[in-house]
């Protein structure tokens, strides 16, 4: 029996019977791919996951550049520091200036509902009653 040959020679299991190689391969290519279908549906990915792991790894990229480039870890984060003071101070007024301008907005309509409201019910006789007001029988 060649030990490290090339071939496949014929195998005796215990029982006897030999196995031909070509079906001795097929056999556990079969098996092999049995195995790697089951451990596949066993360990399932999780999307969001992949995405966040990807995440922090472009992050921390970015940080180890920064570094490379400024030469120390301190210097290189002072720089990702300031990109993002930079950032968030021209975002974040942005979007409060926005929410107050829609907040301004819807504020000015309902005051002009409620005066067109008064002006309604001012105009309406004093003995009729009021829509909205509720009436007793």
Do not use: C
């Not at 990229?61 to 950032?87: K, P, W």
Request: hydrophobic residues 40%; glycine residues 8%; charged residues 20%.
């Amino acid at each position: 029996m060649r030990m490290w040959g090339t071939e496949a020679s014929a195998t005796v299991p215990a029982d006897g019977v030999v196995a031909e190689p070509t079906t001795l391969r097929a056999e556990l290519r079969e098996a092999y791919r049995r195995g790697r279908r089951d451990e596949r549906l066993h360990h399932r990915r999780s999307p969001l996951i992949t995405v966040g792991l990807f995440a922090v790894a472009a992050i921390g990229a970015i940080v180890v550049f920064y570094a490379a480039r400024e030469g120390s870890f301190a210097r290189g984060g002072q720089v990702v520091d300031n990109t993002l003071t930079h950032a968030t101070g021209q975002v974040v007024p942005n979007v409060v200036n926005s929410a107050a301008a829609r907040t301004g907005d819807a504020m000015q309509s309902a005051g002009e509902r409620l005066k067109n409201q008064g002006a309604a019910l001012a105009s309406q006789p004093a003995n009729a009653p009021a829509s909205s007001a509720p009436t007793s029988n």
